[in-house]
Nanobody, 124 residues
Framework: QVQLVESGGGSVQAGGSLTLSCEVS????????MAWFRQAPGKEREGVAA????????YYHHLVEGRFTISQNNAQNTVFLQMNNLNPEDAAVYYC?????????????????WGQGTQVTVSS
């Protein structure tokens, strides 16, 4: 059984930083994509950053490019999202996703596995 467990969320002031972690256990096709999505109240879930586990290709939503960095550890069982210069529009529940089945990377319907989410709050 595949499990994704996020951690690292919290409350910060605008301009602050947080690093989210997603620990992955269980078997899945590790030669595929992993990603971070977020969902704010009343809004659809949107893709934030994606990483191809091998060879480490990355994609970012234009709203976070240059501020967020997605990465993985050497064992490829943890994916990180370093978030810098946060603003109130970044506040949301952040979800980790694994194993893209095809199609658009930031289409949330195309992912097989999800974590439970971690809350990020940014005050102005």
């Amino acid at each position: 059984q595949v499990q994704l467990v996020e951690s690292g969320g919290g409350s910060v002031q605008a301009g602050g930083s947080l690093t989210l972690s997603c620990e992955v256990s269980g078997y899945f096709n590790r030669n595929k994509w992993m990603a971070w999505f977020r969902q704010a109240p009343g809004k659809e879930r949107e893709g934030v950053a994606a990483l191809h586990v091998n060879p480490g290709l990355t994609y970012y939503h234009h709203l976070v490019e240059g501020r967020f960095t997605i990465s993985q550890n050497n064992a490829q069982n943890t994916v990180f999202l370093q978030m810098n210069n946060l603003n109130p529009e970044d506040a949301a529940v952040y979800y980790c996703a694994a194993e893209l089945t095809g199609g658009q990377i930031f289409d949330s319907n195309r992912w097989n596995y999800w974590g439970q989410g971690t809350q990020v709050t940014v005050s102005s």
